[in-house]
């Protein structure tokens, strides 16, 4: 079992950054691959970011095409904690942000992970 909580949400006019953390639980934090993903109001929830393992292999990153060269995602296993860096933000980011964990490989797919945070909400003003 793993509980993920996110933090580090808030209201940025466009243009700004956030940092939002995803903390989990856990001593095998390691072992998941973690997603991060979005949702705004009366749309679906979109892929944004995911980050693999790192068990015994360089992890790696994927990103939807709408946040690729702004958005970064990375981990610290010391810490049980992966990051989502987001730089050059629009009010077309605004939605709320959750992070997601699965054992083995990535996804961009939602319905592959298992765990998922609260959510933490983003908004950009114009």
């Known amino acids: 079992q793993v509980q993920l909580v996110e933090s580090g949400g808030g209201l940025v006019q466009a243009g700004g950054s956030l940092r939002l953390s995803c903390a989990a639980s856990?001593?095998?934090?390691?072992?998941?691959?973690m997603g991060w993903f979005r949702q705004a109001p009366g749309k679906e929830r979109e892929f944004v970011a995911t980050?693999?393992?790192?068990?015994?292999?360089?992890?790696?990153?994927d990103y939807a095409d709408s946040v690729k060269g702004r958005f970064t995602t990375f981990r610290d296993n010391a810490k049980n904690t992966v990051y989502l860096q987001m730089n050059s933000l629009q009010p077309e980011d605004t939605a709320v942000y959750s992070c997601a964990a699965r054992m083995g490989g990535s996804s961009v797919d939602n319905s592959r992970y298992d765990y998922w945070g609260q959510g933490t909400q983003v908004t950009v003003s114009s």
């Open positions: 856990g001593r095998t934090f390691s072992s998941y691959s």
């Open positions: 980050i693999s393992t790192t068990m015994g292999r360089a992890t790696y990153a």
